[in-house]
């Protein structure tokens, strides 16, 4: 493969934005790769930026997740209290509370799942 820009030199390095064979002269040193000289090197340095931001964001997503199901479990001992006290009527409380215990189970799972991801 020639460099894109120089065709008669042959390539050392592909540009991690444009997907393009650069020689010595044409290539710029990035974080994680390479990139076209005062072409690309904004977009390479972009990229990686966005990259490292959406490592934080799934650690953040999972922190959502976990104080979500402790709100959940909090609202279902709350339903399912009043649903005992007020028995035999507060049935609909109970089955509310179950509910929202389920619904923490899941966010918890979710929660995991999300810290293995980063």
């Given at each position: 493969m020639n460099c894109y820009?120089?065709?008669?030199?042959?390539a050392v390095a592909i540009c991690?934005?444009?997907?393009?064979?650069?020689?010595?002269?044409?290539a710029a040193d990035v974080p994680n790769g390479t990139a076209c000289v005062n072409r690309c090197e904004a977009e390479a340095q972009a990229i990686k930026e966005a990259i490292e931001r959406s490592k934080t964001g799934y650690q953040k997503a999972a922190?959502?997740?976990?104080?979500?199901?402790?709100?959940?479990?909090?609202?279902?001992?709350?339903?399912?209290?009043?649903?005992?006290?007020?028995l035999?009527?507060?049935?609909v409380m109970v089955g509310l509370?179950?509910?929202l215990v389920i619904g923490a189970a899941?966010?918890?799972?979710?929660?995991?799942?999300?810290?293995?991801?980063?």
């Open positions: 820009y120089h065709s008669e030199r042959p991690t934005n444009c997907n393009r064979g650069v020689c010595p002269v044409c922190g959502i997740h976990s104080r979500n199901a402790v709100l959940y479990l909090l609202m279902a001992v709350i339903m399912g209290m009043i649903g005992l006290l007020t035999p009527g507060g049935w509370g179950v509910v899941f966010s918890y799972s979710s929660s995991r799942k999300l810290l293995k991801v980063s």
